[in-house]
C-alpha cells in the first residue's frame, strides 16, 4: 500500500524548461493537492482538486498548470521554469472535510 | 499579516523534558486545529486534530486550543530524541471550502 507517490524525487531545470511532476494516489480520496514548500514560508497551496474532472487555484498558481488525469493522478506542470519556482513541491490527498492530509515524499527542484 | 502564526525556532530542550510548541490564529471562523510532524527530507503526517476548543491526549502529546485567545498549544512529555522534527499547524474552516491553512512551522530538536 504506497498512499501517494511522487515522481520525480529530484530534478535540476534551466530557466525556461519545462516539465510535469507526476502524483499518484491508492487511498480513493477525492481530494488532491499540490503545495509547495519554502523556508520559513511553511506550506502553501498551488492548485487542487476537490474531484475527479475539477480543479481550482490555490493561493500561488501563477506558473503552474494543472491536470487530473483520473481518480488515482494529478499531475502539475512547470511551462517556463523560473529560480523562483526553485522549492520542494508535495502531492498530498485528503479526506473528507480535509481532517486528515496524506503527503507524498516530495520533489526537490532547483531551477538554474 | 499571515492568518496562522508560527515561531519556527529552533527550539532546542534536553531529553525527558515537556516541550510547548504554539500557533496564533486570526481568523474566529477555524474550527479545525490539526498538528503534523514533518522530518527532514519526508512529508508531514498528521499527529492530532481537534474540532473546535478544548485538549485532546494521544500518548505523550496533548493538542489543546483556546478559540478565546485565538491559541493553540501541543505538548509533548517526556520527550525523545526521535521526536526532533519540524511540527506544523493547519487549520480549516468551513467558508473556504475545508482549504488547510499553514503555520510556517517550528524546528524542534531533543538534545540527548
Known amino acids: 500500500n504506497a498512499g501517494v507517490t511522487q515522481t520525480p524525487k529530484f530534478q535540476v531545470l534551466k530557466t525556461g524548461q519545462s516539465m510535469t511532476l507526476q502524483c499518484a494516489q491508492d487511498m480513493n480520496h477525492n481530494s488532491m493537492y499540490w503545495y509547495r514548500q519554502d523556508p520559513g514560508m511553511g506550506l502553501r497551496l498551488i492548485y487542487y482538486s476537490a474531484s475527479e474532472g475539477t480543479t481550482d487555484k490555490g493561493e500561488v498558481p501563477n506558473g503552474y498548470n494543472v491536470s487530473r488525469l483520473n481518480k488515482r493522478e494529478f499531475s502539475l506542470r512547470l511551462e517556463s521554469a523560473a529560480p523562483s519556482q526553485t522549492s520542494v513541491y508535495f502531492c498530498?490527498?485528503?479526506?473528507?472535510?480535509?481532517?486528515?492530509?496524506?503527503f507524498g515524499q516530495g520533489t526537490r527542484l532547483t531551477v538554474v | 499579516q499571515k492568518e496562522v502564526e508560527q515561531d519556527p525556532g529552533p527550539l532546542s530542550v534536553p531529553e525527558g523534558a515537556i516541550v510547548s510548541l504554539n500557533c496564533t490564529y486570526s481568523n474566529s471562523a477555524f474550527q479545525y486545529f490539526m498538528w503534523y510532524r514533518q522530518y527532514s527530507r519526508k512529508g508531514p503526517e498528521l499527529l492530532m486534530y481537534?474540532?473546535s476548543s478544548g485538549n485532546k491526549e494521544d500518548g505523550r502529546f496533548t493538542a489543546q486550543v483556546d478559540k478565546s485567545s485565538k491559541y493553540i498549544s501541543l505538548f509533548i512529555r517526556d520527550s525523545q530524541p526521535s521526536d526532533s522534527a519540524t511540527y506544523l499547524c493547519a487549520m480549516i474552516t468551513m467558508d473556504s471550502n475545508y482549504q488547510l491553512i499553514w503555520g510556517a512551522g517550528t524546528k524542534l530538536i531533543i538534545k540527548p
Open positions: 498530498a490527498t485528503g479526506t473528507t472535510r480535509n481532517t486528515e492530509a496524506f
Open positions: 481537534t474540532y
